[in-house]
């Protein structure tokens, strides 16, 4: 399976209209924001635009370092998967995740992770989001 993750082509074309964040809660089975894998908030509103929080797929993820049950596997190709029969809910992978990309299931007490499904890019509409799979993009181009 070829490695995926979810980028961020242009996010001054973000007008926080969070489409992306109701489509990834779908994809859970909620019709609400809290099982949303993906965050926009705003950094000043219109004025000054909004921020895309996603997981990264980082080649070496500090969130699965920082777990110190294995609960979050490194994926090839960047990312973690989370093995929730594992998880003890500490906390640490949250804290660690540099760009505050792992989300909290209150209910669960777990973390919630983007799962490199694509499925938010799809009900983007202003082209801010691309999902991108190993070999289709040209990583060292722009």
Known sequence: MAASRLAITDSERCVGCQ???????RRQGSAGLSTSRIGVRSDGG????????????CDDPPCARA????ALAAREGGGVRL?????????NCR?????????????????MICVYCGYCERFCPYGVLEFEKEGTVDHAAG
């Open 67 to 70: 777990c110190p049950t294995g």
């Open 46 to 57: 219109m004025e000054r635009g909004f921020v895309i929080v996603v997981c990264r797929a």
């Open 95 to 111: 804290d660690a995740c540099v760009v505050e990309a792992v989300f909290w299931d209150d209910e669960a007490g777990k973390p």
């Open 19 to 25: 489409i992306c964040m109701f489509a990834c809660a």
């Open 83 to 91: 093995l929730p029969e594992k998880c003890i809910g500490c906390g």
